[in-house]
């Protein structure tokens, strides 16, 4: 059972555009990382976020921690075919385990 | 910074074979690596936690007699897919964890299972 819910699954717009990313779940957690994964690639560690209401930006990516350490967000200005891939929130139930969301599979077109 | 090579990168062998798949942490030492598996167009989902000097831990519903890990350094783990099937065909993912928050991954090995 996927304990954290992505949405959308799947996302395409145009260069340019801005977009939003959700990861939800009904835990609360200590901390949150986002990754970026490229085909035929490991994750990449793109933030991790510890406390709640927290925004981190990341050139145009913006991350925020939910108040309530349960959901983020991952806010892209002015997407760039760069951006392209499948974005992961993930967290670590206090075991060392990293769980993933469900994903979010990234497309901008030219 | 931190890396973990995993290899090989690809490979394809018959129904029946044994394919094993290496992960090392290049600039410091883990006592705990993980492994993952990644479906085409999904998540990555757990396999198992290997524990270098003793049994590897797995996650529920994954077969440990299929899924041999060995952690016998600091630096290697090791991921031997055992008769491989093809639905055993899919996409491996080692990690590791060299600092308090965040984790490293390996680059992958897809599997070709024919």
């Known amino acids: 059972t996927q304990l954290l819910e992505q949405s959308p699954q799947f996302l395409s717009i145009q260069e340019g555009e801005n977009l939003t990313v959700y990861c939800n779940s009904s835990?609360?957690?200590?901390?949150l990382q986002w990754y970026r994964q490229e085909p035929g690639e490991g994750p990449v560690l793109l933030v991790t976020v510890v406390t709640g209401g927290e925004v981190k930006k990341l050139k145009r990516l913006t991350f925020q921690f939910g108040d309530a350490r349960k959901d983020s967000s991952l806010h892209i200005t002015a997407a760039q075919p760069g951006d392209t891939g499948l974005y992961l929130c993930?967290?670590?139930?206090?075991?060392?385990?990293?769980?993933f969301g469900t994903g979010t599979r990234l497309t901008i077109i030219p | 910074g931190a890396v973990v090579s995993q290899h090989p990168s690809r490979v394809i062998c018959k129904s029946g074979t044994s394919v094993k798949i290496e992960c090392r942490s290049l600039d410091f030492q883990a006592t705990t690596m993980f492994w993952y598996r990644q479906f085409p167009k999904q998540s990555l989902m757990l396999m198992a936690t290997?524990?270098?000097?003793?049994?590897?831990?797995?996650e529920q519903g994954v077969e440990k007699d299929k899924f041999l890990i060995n952690h016998a350094s600091l630096t290697l783990s090791t991921l031997t897919v055992t008769s491989a099937h093809p639905e055993d065909s899919s996409f491996y993912i080692c990690?590791?964890?060299?600092?308090?928050?965040?984790?490293?991954f390996g680059s992958g090995t897809r599997l070709t299972v024919v």
């Open positions: 835990s609360v957690f200590s901390s």
């Open positions: 993930a967290v670590n139930f206090g075991n060392e385990k990293l769980t």
């Open positions: 290997s524990n270098e000097g003793s049994k590897a831990t797995y």
């Open positions: 990690s590791a964890s060299p600092f308090d928050y965040g984790y490293t």
